[in-house]
């Protein structure tokens, strides 16, 4: 059993950077690939990126490839998403998630879930 929190959302203006953590409890945290996702109102929860259990590979949707850098820390239980230049379209909550398998892209892929961080992007 894995429990996820997030934490970092706020609201910022289209530029700005800001990095969500995602801390995550249970002992077996650093055998899960960890990912981000994101659902704006109105929308479907949206791949963003992923993380293998050692931290070595990444793969980010296209949509924020270049501006979203994914980390994790397992030793401190944390998985981070870096994220700058961001646009109102990024208005969104985001949620980290862990899987078993690295990568996995889709939402019925992951088997925990946290509940979510806020994240606005004014123009």
């Known amino acids: 059993q894995v429990q996820l929190v997030e934490s970092g959302g706020g609201l910022v203006q289209a530029g700005d950077s800001l990095r969500l953590s995602c801390a995550g409890s249970g002992r077996t945290f650093s055998s899960y690939a960890m990912g981000w996702f994101r659902q704006a109102p109105g929308k479907g929860r949206e791949f963003v990126a992923t993380i293998n259990v050692g931290g070595s590979r990444t793969l980010y949707a296209a949509s924020v490839k270049g501006r979203v850098t994914i980390s994790r820390d397992n030793a401190r239980n944390m998985v981070y998403l870096q994220m700058d230049s961001l646009q109102p379209e990024d208005t969104a909550v985001y949620y980290c998630?862990?899987?078993?398998?690295?990568?996995?892209?889709?939402?019925?892929?992951?088997?925990?879930w946290g509940q979510g961080t806020q994240v606005t992007v004014s123009s």
């Open positions: 998630a862990a899987a078993l398998i690295f990568p996995r892209v889709t939402r019925d892929e992951y088997t925990y």
